[in-house]
């Protein structure tokens, strides 16, 4: 059974950090591309960021670019997305998602239809 599970959320001030992490069981972690996607209240739920299977390539939104950074560490089996320079926009709930290999990968990474597995999510929230 594969498991998603975040964690990191919180309340931050504008201007703050934060850490999140996405532990993952149940799948051969470095198989899988990994994302994180966020849905603000009353919004569609947007891509944030995605890395392949080894790490070697990361994606950003454009409007989280310079600001977060995605990471991964296979032998933890652990996804994290290190959120800094804040703002009360990237309120959210945040989530991972994980896609196994797939045809075309790299060009369906944003698209939230590409992932089979999804945590159940951790609230950011950022005050101003």
């Known amino acids: 059974q594969v498991q998603l599970v975040e964690s990191g959320g919180g309340l931050v001030q504008a201007g703050g950090s934060l850490r999140l992490s996405c532990a993952a069981s149940?799948?051969?972690?470095?198989?899988?591309?990994l994302a994180w996607f966020r849905q603000a209240p009353g919004k569609e739920r947007e891509f944030v960021s995605a890395?392949?299977?080894?790490?070697?390539?990361?994606f950003y939104a454009d409007s989280v670019k310079g600001r977060f950074a995605i990471s991964r560490d296979n032998a933890k089996n652990t996804m994290y997305l290190q959120m800094n320079s804040l703002k009360p926009e990237d309120t959210a709930v945040y989530y991972c998602?994980?896609?196994?290999?797939?045809?075309?990968?790299?060009?369906?990474?944003?698209?939230?239809?590409?992932?089979?597995?999804w945590g159940q999510g951790t609230q950011v929230t950022v005050s101003s």
């Open positions: 998602a994980a896609s196994p290999p797939r045809p075309g990968l790299l060009r369906i990474l944003q698209s939230s239809d590409t992932y089979s597995y």
């Open positions: 149940g799948l051969t972690f470095n198989n899988y591309a």
């Open positions: 890395i392949t299977f080894s790490g070697a390539s990361t």
